[in-house]
């Protein structure tokens, strides 16, 4: 069926009334995603660049389509702010030469088309040549951000990569794949071929956060990289030349390099900035034009504290749905940054199924509801609601699973929807989740091992109620017949962000001088949960007979130099 992208262009800036549903053209599009594609991939090409040598359902040249295109237009591909140096830019030329130059390094260490690349690089300027250069060479990308020791080992070793790229000073967080590590001297020669993808090849295994457990590798296919990108470029964004993006804060695991691509394969650019630099210096965020900008609770709490002034250089801000739903203050923030006018949308976005997958319209319908649950599956891609008891067949009310299709060989969904008349809302997740987020507990408790005090933990997740259903998740530290050190908390929060990384810290740790019950040797997680939310575990951990058995089996224990059994203990 035709589309008429100009007319699509000109309904999203102009934003539609979310009363009547998806515009026509938005259902039509997800019965022919096909001819959605080519129909926008038409439109992209433009005038004055050379053309995309890309093509829709058969074949991707990333690296041409990202850099090559748009080398000639002399703009910035990417700009970051450090504390020392101020504004870094670097130009789609510049990254060019600079990404040419290391594939040529790589291919002389023996990179080729196929090959799983690991680029163990923070986001900045090194990442984004490491991962043009594997695209180039037709490789397999993962992004691995360097965490701690333990995070790193278990990750590796679920993907097994064939080549890593990081820094030197990385090598103590590699530790037995430092075969594996790429050199790069800057002293290549660039090459003017790139390699062309097929639309199944894997061009990316990502550890994508919203995937339980998050360090399952989950292939990303050329042809949802590209069309994803194409999408959220022009109608998610809609970015041009020139353009500039930023996403502060957004966790880089979800959202790279759907981000980037997006950006990039526009001729825009991707503006980088670190959380903490702009608690620093809001006005930071003030300097440059945004063509869109990416808010989270921490950004704009950081905005309400120091009650920063308008945000005139914005001209429109996206927020993820799946983060807490606190509408007060949203408004508030709209409101003291002159953010009243403004185009305001929902956007979830997994980078592993190629970027955004729930969005809203981008308008300024009802300036009383610029902060709402409305999302719509994105145009282009086909979907279906499924049965929430995970039966595989769809939902049988207006509620279910929002599942991305085909659906064979992808991880399940988490997202649950709720239809009410033509409006979709976001109704939470199929699950405990962390803003949508896996948690990983087995990898917590893993760590928690060996520490002196605790004879063991259990993570349990703790609806807090409200619209969307977010969670909380409750480490419970058991500490025996001796109570908790007054450093505890402080030594369980250090051993977590040392072995695997902040971001892996629970919302509360609880401390109990019991015993908890186990199974096969292993903590009881069903156990430790039913006897936390019932209460159980408070009453027994003040109850005087339930503390003289705990000091006695401890005795007990202490004198058999056992670590426990696996039958009902005290403290049940």
């Not at 163990?120 to 691995?144: D, P």
């Not at 339980?212 to 030349?241: Q, S």
């Not at 199929?430 to 990983?440: E, I, N, S, V």
Request: with cysteine; charged share 20%.
């Amino acid at each position: 069926m035709p589309f008429d992208v100009k007319d699509i262009l000109r309904q999203l800036e102009a934003g539609f009334s979310p009363e009547a549903g998806a515009p026509p053209w938005w259902q039509e599009s997800w019965a022919d995603p096909e001819g959605f594609a080519a129909a926008l991939a038409e439109a992209h090409a433009g005038r004055g660049v050379p053309p995309p040598k890309s093509r829709p359902g058969q074949q991707y040249d990333f690296f041409h389509d990202l850099v090559v295109r748009h080398v000639a237009l002399e703009r910035p591909a990417f700009r970051a702010y450090a504390r020392i140096q101020g504004w870094q830019t670097v130009g789609f030329r510049a990254l060019h030469d600079l990404s040419a130059r290391r594939a040529s390094e790589w291919t002389d260490q023996g990179v080729a088309p196929g090959a799983k690349v690991c680029l163990v690089h923070g986001v900045g300027q090194e990442l984004l040549v490491s991962l043009l250069a594997t695209l180039k060479l037709g490789g397999c990308f993962t992004l691995l951000p360097p965490t701690g020791p333990r995070a790193m080992a278990t990750r590796l070793e679920a993907l097994e990569p064939d080549f890593i790229a990081a820094e030197p000073h990385q090598l103590p967080i590699l530790k037995g794949h430092e075969k594996r590590l790429l050199k790069s001297r800057g002293g290549g020669a660039p090459g003017f071929m790139s390699h062309t993808y097929k639309p199944t090849d894997a061009v990316g295994l990502l550890f994508s956060p919203l995937v339980d457990p998050p360090h399952t590798p989950v292939p990303l296919t050329a042809e949802n990289a590209w069309k994803g990108a194409l999408g959220d470029g022009m109608l998610t964004f809609g970015l041009g030349p020139g353009d500039i993006l930023a996403a502060p804060d957004f966790p880089v695991l979800q959202h790279l390099p759907a981000l980037f691509f997006a950006t990039l394969l526009r001729g825009a650019t991707y503006l980088h900035l670190e959380l903490a630099d702009l608690t620093q210096n809001p006005a930071l965020l003030m300097e440059q034009p945004l063509r869109a900008l990416g808010v989270t609770p921490r950004l704009r709490d950081v905005f309400l504290r120091q009650r920063t002034g308008s945000l005139r250089n914005v001209q429109h801000w996206f927020r993820d749905p799946e983060e807490p739903y606190d509408a007060q203050a949203w408004r508030t923030w709209v409101k003291q940054c002159g953010l009243q006018s403004v185009p305001s949308s929902n956007v979830l976005i997994d980078a592993a199924a190629g970027g955004a997958v729930l969005v809203s319209s981008r308008g300024v319908a009802d300036p009383h509801a610029d902060v709402h649950t409305d999302v719509i599956p994105v145009p282009g891609r086909a979907w279906a609601l499924k049965d929430a008891n995970q039966s595989g067949q769809g939902a049988p009310t207006d509620v279910g699973v929002f599942t991305l299709l085909p659906d064979k060989g992808r991880p399940p969904g988490h997202v649950v929807l709720a239809r009410i008349r033509q409006r979709y809302h976001y109704g939470g997740t199929l699950g405990f989740r962390h803003d949508g987020r896996a948690y990983p507990a087995k990898e917590v408790t893993a760590a928690l091992e060996g520490l002196p005090f605790l004879v063991g933990t259990s993570v349990v997740p703790v609806s807090t109620g409200g619209l969307a259903s977010h969670s909380r998740f409750i480490l419970l530290a058991f500490t025996g017949a001796e109570p908790a050190p007054s450093s505890g908390e402080q030594e369980i929060r250090r051993r977590i962000e040392m072995l695997l990384d902040g971001d892996f810290l629970p919302d509360r740790i609880e401390f109990f001088p019991l015993f908890p019950h186990r199974k096969k040797g292993a903590v009881d997680d069903a156990w430790c949960a039913t006897q936390y939310l019932t209460g159980a575990l408070h009453r027994k951990a003040t109850d005087p007979m339930f503390q003289a058995l705990t000091a006695l089996r401890g005795r007990l224990l202490e004198s058999a130099g056992a670590s426990g059994d696996d039958g009902p203990s005290p403290a049940r």
